[in-house]
């Protein structure tokens, strides 16, 4: 019984606090991590060669994957772009459209950009979690997060409503 609403917990069902196993604690996804969206790139900013902008089509089974004809952003807009560009094994996530909820690693070994309605979730500095943990509990969320989206004929979500999103964290020694 104690696993079964262990696991409930983990994917943010609402069980009071006693309900936890020792040592568990409730947290907002936003307690551990930032969740940032990506930039509204221009298609005039679109070229042949420079850096590859990363869209929700790019979130294929799990990791990002470059498509044949993916836009390319010019070199030079890095400094000036700097905060969206993608680091290697950033955690992914569709915020827009029919697959909202969508996952996936960044596991490229080249530079990208984080374009809009992607988003990215950062650790923040003193996060009680471990980043392997993290990637358990954002795919466990992504069925949440699709239900969670809101609007009429396309499902939307934003960063600060899935930074609300409530889950059971366990110590550090048991993730």
Known sequence: MKLKKTASALEGSSLDDEELLEGW???SIGDICQVQGGFAFK????????????????????????????????????????????KKNDYLIALSGATTGKVAIN??????????????????????????????????????????????????????DIEKIRISLPPLAEQ
Do not use: C, M, T
Request: cysteine-free; overall charge positive; charged content about 25%.
């Open 43 to 86: 298609s005039v900013e679109y070229q042949n060669e420079g850096i590859p902008l990363i869209r929700i089509s790019n979130l294929i089974n799990e990791e990002v994957k470059l498509e044949v004809k993916n836009p390319l952003i010019f070199h030079h807009l890095a400094d000036k772009y700097s905060n969206f560009l993608l």
């Open 25 to 27: 604690n409730y947290v």
């Open 107 to 160: 596991n490229l070994d080249q530079l990208a950009f984080l374009n809009q309605r992607v988003g990215r979730f950062r650790l923040k500095s003193d996060s009680r979690i471990d980043s392997n943990f993290l990637w358990y509990v954002i795919k466990n969320i992504s069925r949440r997060v699709l239900s969670e989206a809101y609007g009429g004929a396309q499902p939307n979500i934003s960063p600060k």
